[in-house]
Structures are given as structure tokens and as C-alpha cells.
């Protein structure tokens, strides 16, 4: 058997993520995709469009000045168009630097990316890592 559709766009994402192929993973997305990122910093919040979605994730290798590495460590789907990843991520910034575990719930419609609820390890420590919102 392989490996459930809803996963392997998942997979898609991590690696046009990793790439730093924000072009191929607006593809995944649908126009009004949603990230839902827990906590109180600058990359904190419900970021609505696809645009916005990209230009977050844009941020983040700003700030990190391209350090941010994503490692997948596994991805789970329930074949009624849910995934859930696990994650661990390492990256840097100014003096900080910082490895948590991750994970992202998707909402996938239609074969692409709707919605992206962020789950952290330790939100504290991100937002003291990521900076005030």
C-alpha cells in the first residue's frame, strides 16, 4: 500500500518548505488558506490567504537570516481530509538559537491546503525566541 494522498501533499509542503520554495508550496494552498500559530510574537496569529500564509513563512527566514531548518519527522492522516505532522525545527537568531519539537494539523480540500493549526512543544520559548509581536 502507499502512502495516503492527504500525507503525501503534506510531505510536498515540508519540502517546498525546506527549499525555500514558496512558489511550489502556494501551489499545495488554496487561495484562502489559513495558519493558525499559537502564542504572542511576531510570527503569532491567524495569518488569512494564501499571501499571507507565504509571506509569514517569508518572515521567518528573514529573521532567522535563512537558519530555520525543518526535520519531518512523520505524518499522519485520517483519509476524511485531516493530516497531522510531527516535526522537530532548529534555527537561529541574533544570540538565540533554539530546537523544538512541532507539529501542524491540516485541513485539506479538494487536494490542497486549507487550514494549518500550529501546535508547539513550548510556546513560551518560541515567542522569546521569535520577539514580540
Known amino acids: 500500500m502507499g502512502e495516503h494522498p492527504d500525507s503525501a501533499l503534506v510531505r510536498r509542503g515540508y519540502e517546498a518548505f525546506s527549499k525555500g520554495d514558496m512558489d511550489t508550496l502556494g501551489t ?14 511576531q ?15 517569508r518572515r521567518m527566514g528573514e ?13 499522519l492522516a485520517d483519509g476524511r ?4 505532522s510531527v516535526h522537530k525545527f ?3 537568531r541574533g544570540d538565540r538559537g533554539i530546537e523544538m519539537k512541532g507539529g501542524l494539523f491540516f485541513t485539506i480540500v479538494g487536494g490542497k491546503i486549507s487550514d494549518i493549526d500550529e501546535c508547539s512543544e513550548d510556546i513560551d520559548e518560541e515567542d522569546a525566541f521569535w520577539g514580540a509581536g
Open 43 to 57: 510570527v503569532s496569529g491567524h495569518f488569512k490567504g494564501r499571501d499571507n500564509v507565504l509571506d509569514m513563512y
Open 81 to 84: 481530509g485531516h493530516a497531522m
Open 63 to 75: 529573521l532567522t537570516e535563512g537558519t530555520m531548518r525543518v526535520k519531518l519527522e512523520t505524518v
Open 90 to 92: 532548529y534555527a537561529e
Open 28 to 41: 499545495l494552498m488554496t487561495t484562502d488558506c489559513v495558519h493558525h500559530s499559537p502564542g504572542s510574537s
